[in-house]
């Protein structure tokens, strides 16, 4: 059964600094990890999506990793602004069809930019 | 593009009621839609799979009986609570997939409260 966690669960920084957010994955069998955003009491923004045979994708100031063989992911956040406060979510999807099309998540790293 | 809808977004009911949550996606066709819940700081947990015109299938733990879902057509899904108690109180949050297409797209999500 996977299991997804995400490290630190919280991090508060000031603003401009640029920061890492962890997220380990106990199988390694995975279709491709996806990186979300959600501010409080609302949905999920996806931010980035990571194929399994891709190392990494970069959207804007945002830079998400991957290492399917030892089962991390690092969601890199250049020059943070206050507006990046959220809680950041990591998901992998099983590999292949059928019920493996279910996200597995982690509990989140709740962000905080101070201003 | 790519849009989900839930409604309603908040939701208070008595103890030993029933509610319902619908899950819309406005400019496609889902062939799949999941629904989540997830409480204070928790992870998302999938609580079931549903594809359009078939039974849904329930994550382990999670009384079908109890959480309705149907998937009457390729744009709505609903979810019944039935006899709600206080401890199903949680936010609901739904997806939904394009056959062929891996990523899922995520409503706002629905806030449950039991009295």
């Known amino acids: 059964k996977q299991e997804v966690t995400q490290i630190p669960a919280a991090l508060s920084v000031p603003e401009g600094e640029n920061l890492v957010l962890n997220c380990s994955f106990t199988d390694s069998a995975i279709y491709n990890l996806q990186w979300f955003r959600q501010d409080p009491g609302k949905g999920l923004t996806s931010l980035l999506l990571?194929?399994?045979?891709?190392r990494e994708q970069t959207s804007g100031r945002l830079n998400a990793s991957l290492d399917k063989s030892s089962g991390r992911s690092t969601l890199y956040i250049a020059a943070s602004q206050p507006g990046d406060s959220a809680t950041y979510l990591c998901?992998?999807?099983?590999?292949?069809?059928?019920?493996?099309?279910?996200?597995?998540f982690g509990k989140g790293t709740l962000l905080t930019v101070n201003p | 593009g790519a849009v989900v809808s839930q409604h309603p977004s908040r939701v208070i009911c008595k103890s030993g009621t029933s509610v319902k949550i619908e899950c819309r996606s406005l400019d496609f066709q889902a062939t799949t839609m999941f629904w989540y819940r997830q409480f204070p700081k928790q992870s998302l947990m999938l609580m079931a799979t549903s594809n359009e015109g078939s039974k849904a299938t329930y994550e382990q733990g999670v009384e079908k009986d109890k959480f309705l879902i149907n998937h009457a057509s390729l744009t709505l899904s609903t979810l019944t609570v039935t006899s709600a108690h206080p401890e199903d109180s949680s936010f609901y949050i739904c997806s939904a997939r394009v056959a062929g297409v891996s990523e899922q797209y995520f409503g706002p999500g629905t806030r449950l409260t039991v009295t």
């Open positions: 998901a992998t999807r099983g590999h292949s069809g059928g019920s493996n099309y279910k996200l597995t």
């Open positions: 990571i194929q399994s045979s891709q």
